[in-house]
C-alpha cells in the first residue's frame, strides 16, 4: 500500500462532536475511549475532503466523477462505491497547553511519539523511556532552572528532546509551528492524557431573543473545543496507483492547504492548515 502523512494543523479551535453529554460539557469532542486524546474521525475527515470535488448543478449539488473515484460516492445501494483512496483517523501528535514560560508549550508523550513513528514510519530518535509523572524534556525556552510548569504541575526536566522537535518541525512550514524547538515538553503519558482531556477549550454559548433581548429559555449550553495550535496526523493510502494521493495532494493545495472540519464554520471554528510528508 502507497501512503503519505498529512498534517493537520489547527489554526482555530476545533468542534468534532461527539453528539450531547450527560456530563457537565454539554457538546463534548470526539475522544479516544482508552487515551482520552482528541482525534478526527476517518468518516468526518473524508466527508471534508470530498466536499472539494462537490459541483452545484442548477440546484443541485453534486460529486463529480473524479470525486467519485477517489473519495466514494454515497449514494443510493445501486451506484454507492467506497473510492480508492484510504482516509486514517486524524490523532493528535502535539497539544498546546499552558506554560508559566513563553506562553505556552506544546506537549506530547512517549505513547504519542511512539504510534506516530509506527503508523507513519517516520523514524524518532531518543524517545523517552519510563518517565514519571513529575518528569519531562524540555526545550531550554520553556524552562524556569531545572523546572516546567505547566497550567498548575510543575515539573522536574530531565533533558532536552531536540531531535524529536527538529524532526516534527518538518511537519509545517507555518511560522509558528516553527517554534516548536523552543516550545517542546514531552511529558509521562499518564500527564499527557490529563492535559488532553482537562486542558481543552469550554465555551458557554447562547442565543439571545431579540424581541426580549435576553437568553432564550433552554438556550445556554457548553461547547467542548480542540485549541488552536494542535497539531493532528493522518496516514492517506491506497492499494491502487500513487496518483491518487497525488490528486488529493493537489486537490487540496488548490484550497490554499486549508480545509474546515467540524462544525461552527461561520463562527471561525476548524480552519486548518494541511501539509504532507511521504512515508520513508
Not at 460539557?25 to 466536499?51: F, N, Q, W
Amino acid at each position: 500500500m502507497k501512503t503519505k502523512t498529512m498534517y493537520i494543523f489547527a489554526k482555530s479551535p476545533v468542534h468534532v462532536g461527539a453528539g450531547s453529554s450527560v456530563g457537565v460539557v454539554d457538546s463534548p469532542i470526539m475522544r479516544e475511549r482508552h487515551t482520552k486524546t482528541p482525534i478526527i474521525p476517518g468518516s468526518s475527515l473524508k466527508g471534508v475532503l470530498a466536499d472539494m470535488w462537490n459541483e452545484k448543478i442548477g440546484e443541485k449539488i453534486t460529486r463529480n466523477d473524479a470525486g467519485k473515484t477517489l473519495l466514494g460516492n454515497g449514494g443510493d445501494n445501486n451506484n454507492a462505491s467506497a473510492g480508492e483512496l484510504l482516509i486514517g483517523e486524524a490523532r493528535t501528535l502535539v497539544f498546546p497547553v499552558r506554560s508559566a514560560k513563553g506562553g505556552f508549550a506544546w506537549v506530547t508523550c512517549p505513547f504519542a511519539l511512539q504510534r506516530f513513528s509506527r503508523d507513519t514510519g517516520i523514524v524518532l530518535e531518543d524517545i523517552p523511556e519510563n518517565l514519571e509523572d513529575s518528569q519531562c524534556y524540555a526545550s531550554k525556552k520553556t524552562k524556569l532552572g531545572e523546572s516546567v510548569v505547566l497550567e498548575e504541575y510543575k515539573l522536574t526536566a530531565e533533558g532536552e528532546p531536540d531531535k524529536i522537535a527538529e524532526a516534527l518541525a518538518v511537519a509545517s512550514s507555518d511560522q509558528l509551528w516553527q517554534t516548536i524547538t523552543d516550545r517542546l515538553v514531552i511529558v509521562s503519558d499518564e500527564m499527557f492524557s490529563y492535559f488532553v482531556e482537562n486542558a481543552c477549550e469550554v465555551v458557554t454559548r447562547i442565543r439571545v431573543n431579540d424581541t426580549t433581548g435576553v437568553v432564550e429559555p433552554g438556550a445556554l449550553f457548553n461547547h467542548e473545543q480542540v485549541p488552536s495550535e494542535t497539531m493532528f496526523y493522518s496516514v492517506i493510502g491506497t492499494m491502487k496507483e500513487e496518483e491518487n494521493i497525488n490528486c488529493l495532494v493537489k486537490k487540496i493545495q488548490e484550497n490554499n492547504n486549508i480545509i474546515q472540519v467540524g462544525g461552527d464554520a461561520t463562527i471561525g471554528l476548524g480552519f486548518c492548515s494541511i501539509s504532507f510528508e511521504e512515508k520513508k
